[in-house]
């Protein structure tokens, strides 16, 4: 015997808003994206790759891998990309969230520099991806517009040096072309238990 109506199991109690992002002004400030500048200039860079392999006309740009356990050097950028990816969560999506299971990426991308579409989820070894973040690094390039896909539309996300967007990993995405100069962004995504 069910001891309430079963519709009430089907409804939480607010809205969850599933296709939305959340764009945090100046996440990091000019000192801070110095002090980045700095603290990741001897970690050694290399060339982007998708999954299967590289691919330059599906992505072409430079990463560094900066290293979530060395917290005297780093740890003050997951704290800070934590605080707004929680804050972010909690106001939109209530994912059910563990933490950050990949390391942070910063990524150049030179001129022509791409990444077409993808989601940051459904690959072997990222299925565990939950919520992405994206903060623009510097402002002296053209293109490199960071763009959502949504049925037959899509959208491009204005961001100004030191912005962040935060955002579902199933979200489909892309980084346009540069067409001048040097784009710079430090990329992250949290990790959740499986959907279910």
Do not use: C
């Not at 790759?49 to 992505?59: F, P, Q, V």
């Not at 430079?62 to 909690?90: C, L």
Request: glycine share 8%.
């Amino acid at each position: 015997m069910v001891d309430r109506a079963l519709e009430s199991y089907l409804v939480t109690d607010r809205e969850v808003k599933f296709e939305n992002w959340y764009i945090v002004k100046n996440l990091f400030s000019d000192d801070e994206i110095e002090q980045l500048f700095q603290d990741i200039e001897v970690l050694p860079k290399k060339k982007a790759n998708i999954l299967s392999g590289e691919d330059n006309d599906y992505r072409e740009s430079m990463i560094k891998w900066i290293p979530k356990f060395n917290s005297d050097t780093y740890g003050w950028i997951y704290e800070k990309v934590w605080k707004w990816v929680d804050i972010a969560n909690k106001e939109l999506w209530d994912f059910d969230l563990v933490g950050m299971r990949n390391d942070a990426q910063y990524t150049e991308y030179n001129q022509e520099g791409h990444y077409d579409w993808h989601m940051d989820i459904l690959g072997k070894g990222i299925n565990h991806r939950k919520i992405s973040i994206t903060v623009q690094l510097n402002k002296n390039f053209k293109g490199g517009e960071l763009e959502f896909k949504f049925g037959k539309g899509s959208e491009k996300i204005a961001l100004e040096k030191g912005d962040g967007v935060i955002f579902p990993s199933f979200y489909l995405h892309k980084v346009n072309p540069v067409t001048y100069g040097k784009r710079k962004s430090l990329v992250q995504w949290i990790s959740g238990k499986p959907y279910k």
